[in-house]
C-alpha cells in the first residue's frame, strides 16, 4: 500500500534539505567541472546529491521508480505505480558560478502526473513544495502568482535573444527579461507572482520541470509546451520541447504568438 501524498511531502522535504546541504559544502568551490554533452556540465556536488537523494529516497521507499538526470534510467519509472522524478542540482552553471539560483527538485509522479512536490534553494533557503489539491507554499507561505493580462511591460524569464530572434510573425512589445539557469527555479518564481511568466523553446527534461510543474498548477498558474498541452512523465521519451509558464490571462497570449510563428524557426 502506497503512502498518502502528505507523507510523502514530508520525506521530499527532508531529503531536500539533505541534499541542500551537501551542495552547499561544495558551493564556494565546486571543483573539477565535467561535461555529459556539450552544455551540460556535472560536478561532485550533482553526484553527491544524487546519492544522497537515492539513499533517502529509495531506502524510504522502497517501491517507488526512479528518475534522475544524474543516474542511469533503470526502467523502473515505467513499472512501478509511483516514481521519483529529481534532479539533484538543476542549475549547475548557476552553481558553478556561484549563483544563489540553482534548486534541488524532487516530485513524486503517479499516472503520468505530479503529486507532490519540492523545489529547494539551499543558498537562500526557499523551500517551495506542494500537493495535488492542496495549494503551493514557499517556507510555509501560501504562493499567489501575478494578475498581469497583458505582455506589453510584463516580466518574462526567458532569454533576450529568444524574444528578439527574427523567426516571431510579430515582434514582442516592451517586456523586461530576466535569467536563471534553474528551470524549476524559474517556474517557481512565477508561481510565486515574483515574475509574470517563463518562456523557452529549447527542449527541457522530466527532471527540469516535474516538481515546478506541480507547484506551478497549484498556485494557479498554467504551464504547457509551445504546443499548449500539459506534461506527462510517463512516456518512453523524457525530453520536451519548451516550455510557457504563466497566468491564465497572460498564457494565451504567449501560445497565440508561439503558435502563429512556429512555421518561421526552421526558415531563419
Not at 34 to 62: F, Q
Not at 63 to 79: A, K, N, T, V
Not at 159 to 179: S, V, Y
Not at 194 to 222: C, F, M, N, Q, Y
Request: charged fraction near 20%.
Amino acid at each position: 500500500m502506497n503512502p498518502a501524498p502528505h507523507s510523502d511531502l514530508a520525506l521530499l522535504q527532508s531529503a531536500a534539505r539533505s541534499g541542500g546541504a551537501c551542495a552547499m559544502g561544495w558551493f564556494s568551490d565546486p571543483g573539477e567541472v565535467t561535461h555529459k554533452s556539450e552544455n551540460h556540465p556535472v560536478t561532485k556536488a550533482d553526484l553527491e546529491v544524487d546519492a544522497i537523494l537515492h539513499r533517502l529516497l529509495g531506502d524510504a521507499r522502497p517501491d517507488y521508480g526512479w528518475l534522475s538526470e544524474e543516474s542511469r534510467d533503470d526502467g523502473s519509472r515505467r513499472r512501478a505505480k509511483r516514481v521519483f522524478v529529481v534532479d539533484p542540482i538543476d542549475g549547475t552553471r548557476a552553481f558553478i558560478n556561484g549563483k544563489p539560483h540553482f534548486t534541488i527538485c524532487i516530485a513524486v509522479v503517479e499516472a503520468g502526473r505530479p503529486i507532490c512536490a519540492v523545489v529547494y534553494n539551499p543558498a537562500l533557503d526557499e523551500m517551495y513544495c506542494a500537493q495535488t489539491g492542496q495549494g503551493a507554499m514557499c517556507n510555509a507561505q501560501p504562493l499567489q502568482i501575478s494578475p498581469q493580462s497583458q505582455l506589453a511591460g510584463a516580466r518574462f524569464l526567458a532569454a533576450d535573444q529568444l524574444l528578439a530572434h527574427k523567426g516571431w510573425a510579430d515582434p514582442w512589445p516592451q517586456i523586461h527579461t530576466g535569467a536563471r539557469n534553474s528551470m524549476a527555479y524559474r517556474i517557481a518564481l512565477v508561481a510565486a507572482g515574483r515574475w509574470d511568466a517563463a518562456l523557452t523553446l529549447k527542449p527541457k527534461s522530466d527532471w527540469d520541470l516535474a516538481a515546478a510543474d506541480l507547484i506551478a498548477a497549484e498556485a494557479g498558474v498554467l504551464i504547457t509546451g509551445p504546443e499548449g498541452l500539459p506534461f506527462r512523465y510517463d512516456e518512453a521519451k523524457t525530453v520536451k520541447p519548451g516550455v510557457i509558464c504563466a497566468g491564465p490571462a497572460l498564457h494565451p497570449l504567449i501560445l497565440e504568438r508561439v503558435h502563429k510563428s512556429r512555421a518561421n524557426w526552421g526558415q531563419t
